[in-house]
């Protein structure tokens, strides 16, 4: 039997439910925070809306929180497809720490520099998705203010995706 993957979600998949739908053996191991990176909204999706990134700054002043799950290898080919592996999103291995100091390597995905877009914005049902794991998660007020809560989002012109997207996850 292979080790579990470790992965850090700072996106959507905080919302345990919306990565249990994607991932059924995904388990919470808490949260941790990425150093030198900054939250941003500017992937460029398949649905030309923007996705979360952690985008690469270098800076000690800039940090992705977001939570650490443990996924049976077995399941991460259904990870890999559902962040769209070859389209937009590249898996790294980074250090994150974690709530007790301690520093592990995860598992995440960084946008390419192709498809970064600085001027989009995320759709309703996807933010929503961000909100609700970073609360889910207790990532702390001043963080989801600043990185969350104050970025723009417009509904989805494609009702029926919206709906879709909502209808996998009841917990919204």
Request: charged residues 25%; hydrophobic residues 35%; proline residues 4%.
């Amino acid at each position: 039997m292979e080790d579990p993957v470790i992965y850090f979600a700072y996106g959507s998949n905080m919302c345990t439910a919306r990565l249990l739908y994607r991932v059924p053996g995904a388990a919470i191991a808490g949260s941790a925070t990425l150093e030198g990176y900054r939250l941003r909204f500017h992937k460029r999706s398949k649905d030309k809306s923007g996705k979360c990134n952690a985008d690469f700054t270098g800076s000690a002043d800039d940090r992705v929180l977001g939570v650490l799950f443990t996924l049976p290898a077995a399941e991460l080919g259904k990870l890999h497809s559902a962040e769209g592996r070859g389209y937009g999103y590249d898996d790294h291995s980074l250090e994150v720490q974690m709530a007790d100091g301690a520093t592990v390597k995860a598992l995440t995905y960084l946008a390419a520099t192709t498809h970064i877009d600085d001027s989009l914005a995320p759709y309703g049902w996807y933010w929503d998705f961000v909100d609700a794991g970073a609360r889910e998660h207790g990532l702390p007020a001043m963080y989801r203010e600043a990185h969350i809560d104050s970025v723009q989002h417009h509904p989805d012109p494609d009702a029926k995706r919206d709906r879709d997207e909502r209808a996998k996850v009841r917990t919204l």
